[in-house]
Structure formats: C-alpha cells, structure tokens
Antibody, heavy 120, light 107 residues
Framework: EVKLVESGGGLVKPGGSLKLSCAASGFTFSSYAMSWVRQTPEKRLEWVASISSGGSTYYPDSVKGRFTISRDNARNILYLQMSSLRSEDTAMYYC??????????????WGQGTTLTVSS | DIQMTQSPASLSVSVGETVTITCRASENIYSNLAWYQQKQGKSPQLLVYAATNLADGVPSRFSGSGSGTQYSLKINSLQSEDFGSYYCQHFWGTPYTFGGGTKLEIK
C-alpha cells in the first residue's frame, strides 16, 4: 500500500524557516517524481515544488529562491526546506507522488498534509 | 503562466443527476490535464489524468473529455459519496497551476 506521511509543520514567525518531511512507503521511492502542493485557508491549491527521480528540481516563481525540495532515496524521505517565510505561505502542505503511468507526473497519491502557519 | 478557469464555482445537485464541470486553459495544454476530487477534511485524490484516463479504482460514472483549451469532467448518476470539491490541474510545463475548484453540494 502506498503511504505518504508528512511532518514538520507548525507556527513560524515571518522571515523564519522550517523544514517539512514526507516519509514514503509501499513503492520504490527512488523511481518516482515527487512534489509538494499546498492548500491555502481559502481552499486554493498551489503547486509548490517537484523533484524528478533523477533529482532535477522545479519551482514556481512564488517560492523560487526561498524553498528547496530534496529527497533521500536511501531513507525514502522527501523534504521541503522553507526560508524567508511570509504570511501568504500559510497553508496545508501535501506531498504527492507523480504517476508512472503517463509522461507527465500527475499526482496519483497524496499524503494527509501538515499545516504551516506564518504569523507574528 | 497558464491560467486555469474552472466553472461553476459551486453546484447544488440531487443524487442520481448528471453533472458536468468545465475547465478552460489560457492556452493549449494538449490534453495534459488532471481532475481531482477532495472530500471534506481529506487530501485530494486523482480521478482523471491526461484528460480522459480514469485513475485506478475510479468508478466508470466519471469521465473526462476535451482538447486544446477546453476540458470537462462528467459524473453520471451522482452518488452520495461524490459530493465534495473538484479541481483541475494542467501539466503542460511548469508551473502546474490548478483551477479554482468546484464545490458539489447536495440539493
């Protein structure tokens, strides 16, 4: 059974940093692209970052230079290092697996999410 | 960036009815589109990928169609477990933007 379990969320002051983790199990983690997606309090979904099986990384402009996605294939863990946090980063953060059934990494499994609140 | 415009934003329907949700991209996304369902308090689940392919375990009452900039998700004979929110997302290059969502409520 595919399982993704996020952790590391919390309350952070503006300008602060935090690192999220996503523990993966039930599949060959190293073979899949992985991503982070967030859902704002207004329920809007936003793609945050992706990392290919080969380690290439992708970000939208809204987080580029502030967030870093990485993976530890030996431990089956996906990370999101976040810095220079802003109030607009407040959201539920999900990790998601990219499907192997298509050329593009459609998100076929999602974790339960971890909440980040950025507030003074 | 490609913008995804989803409509309607909300829909009130009865069990047994047929529903169609649409998603318009600001440019051609060549069928690189996914649909997700999200139930209250849960994470999104993939329903359809590459515009027309049902994900594993998705009932056949769901179907995806479209091409170019216009896409649709159709749910035939709505069941009680189908109520929730639905989102489209394009995968034609980054950033992979989502539509604003459609909230399906029981009439």
């Amino acid at each position: 059974e595919v399982k993704l379990v996020e952790s590391g969320g919390g309350l952070v002051k503006p300008g602060g940093s935090l690192k999220l983790s996503c523990a993966a199990s039930g599949f060959t983690f190293s073979s899949y692209a992985m991503s982070w997606v967030r859902q704002t309090p207004e329920k809007r979904l936003e793609w945050v970052a992706s990392i290919s099986s080969g380690g290439s990384t992708y970000y939208p402009d809204s987080v580029k230079g502030r967030f870093t996605i990485s993976r530890d294939n030996a431990r089956n863990i996906l990370y999101l290092q976040m810095s220079s946090l802003r109030s607009e980063d407040t959201a539920m953060y999900y990790c998601a697996r990219g499907t192997a059934r298509a050329r593009e990494p459609y998100f076929d499994y999602w974790g339960q999410g971890t909440t980040l609140t950025v507030s003074s | 960036d490609i913008q995804m415009t989803q409509s309607p934003a909300s829909l009130s329907v009865s069990v047994g009815e047929t529903v169609t949700i649409t998603c318009r991209a600001s440019e051609n996304i060549y069928s690189n589109l996914a649909w997700y369902q999200q139930k209250q308090g849960k994470s999104p689940q993939l329903l359809v990928y590459a515009a027309t392919n049902l994900a594993d375990g998705v009932p056949s009452r769901f179907s995806g169609s479209g091409s170019g900039t216009q896409y649709s998700l159709k749910i035939n004979s709505l069941q009680s477990e189908d109520f929730g929110s639905y989102y489209c997302q394009h995968f034609w290059g980054t950033p992979y933007t989502f539509g604003g969502g459609t909230k399906l409520e029981i009439k």
